[in-house]
């Protein structure tokens, strides 16, 4: 009796050292794996944000690398909101930054690019999880109804105006779908006001 106990101990100390063993090797294995696909990530991930910078942008509007050039301000709620500022010869002239609001099925998240006098150069929604069918129109992938907002400014169009037709807007509503539209105009409006809030700020030609 007492052998097999002593036996039994045996293959309980053996298999607690071999699950530490494993553990070592698995973390080893996952620090190497981050380390050899952190460079790649941040790679993808620059030209993903690149490619969508440039979506909001004119071509030739910024002769600069904007990913290098930002400025992060506060919002009015205390949460930090990073700047992508467009230059010409040294001059920022626009700028490029994500605004949001409450869609039907989550945050609708809206990459919107202003030029210095706070007019809308374009507008992207870059994330959201509304009704495939319904609020994906939001999607330029899916309709052109977000390039509505493109030259459009508080200039030329009164903040009262800024809303879907159902509410007294000038932008069209999805039938069956009035909740997303809604909160994307709610959601660019909020940017340019941000913007003209924080222009001087925005436009400043220090370094970041």
């Not at 200039?155 to 994307?184: E, Y």
């Amino acid at each position: 009796m007492s052998m097999d106990l002593t036996a039994a101990r045996e293959r309980l100390s053996w298999q607690g050292v071999s699950l530490g063993v494993m553990a070592m090797v698995a973390s080893a294995a996952l620090v190497i794996a981050n380390d050899r696909t952190r460079e790649p990530i941040a790679k993808a991930e620059a030209a993903d944000m690149q490619a969508s910078l440039s979506q909001v942008l004119p071509d030739g509007f910024a002769d600069n690398d904007l990913l290098k050039d930002t400025v992060e301000l506060s919002e009015a709620d205390g949460s930090k909101k990073l700047i992508y500022r467009a230059r010409k010869a040294g001059v920022v002239n626009g700028a490029v930054f994500r605004t949001s609001a409450r869609g039907y099925a989550g945050e609708i998240i809206v990459l919107v690019g202003v030029d210095a006098q706070g007019t809308l150069l374009g507008a992207r929604v870059v994330k959201h999880s509304e009704t495939p069918g319904l609020g994906d129109k939001i999607e330029i992938a899916k309709a052109k109804w977000i390039l509505d907002f493109n030259g459009k400014s508080f200039d030329n169009l009164p903040p009262a105006k800024w809303a879907v037709k159902k509410d007294g807007g000038v932008f069209d509503q999805f039938a069956g779908a009035t909740i997303t539209p809604r909160a994307v105009v709610k959601a660019v409006k909020g940017g340019l006001e941000f913007f003209s809030a924080n222009r001087a700020k925005i436009l400043d030609g220090s370094a970041s």
